[in-house]
């Protein structure tokens, strides 16, 4: 039983998971905070905030990048087991 992993170990890409996740929620917010003003009729917020927005893009691809680093290193584990 010790050559299994432990469930509350971390695995490689899993903090890139979580920073990506952290990323895109903040990408999440800054977007609903950026349209709000769109559809309540007030002004809109400055152009900055719409960069902000971009935030989403950027966190899906760091988690993006977290689930090939851990892909690839369960591959890379799986070959060495043969």
Request: hydrophobic fraction near 45%; aromatic fraction near 10%.
């Given at each position: 039983?010790?050559?299994k992993t432990?469930?509350?170990?971390a695995?490689?890409g899993?903090?890139?998971i979580?920073?990506?996740a952290?990323?895109?929620?903040?990408?999440?917010?800054?977007t609903?905070?950026?349209?709000a003003?769109?559809?309540?009729?007030?002004?809109?917020?400055?152009?900055?905030?719409?960069?902000l927005?971009?935030?989403?893009?950027a966190?899906?691809?760091?988690?993006g990048a977290?689930?090939?680093?851990?892909i690839a290193a369960?591959?890379?584990q799986a070959?060495?087991?043969r």
């Open positions: 039983m010790r050559d432990q469930t509350n170990s695995a490689p899993d903090r890139l979580r920073a990506g952290i990323v895109f929620f903040i990408g999440t917010v800054a609903l905070v950026t349209v003003p769109l559809l309540l009729g007030t002004t809109p917020f400055p152009t900055y905030m719409f960069g927005s971009m935030l989403m893009g966190g899906f691809l760091l988690a977290g689930v090939f680093q851990s369960g591959r890379r070959r060495a087991g």
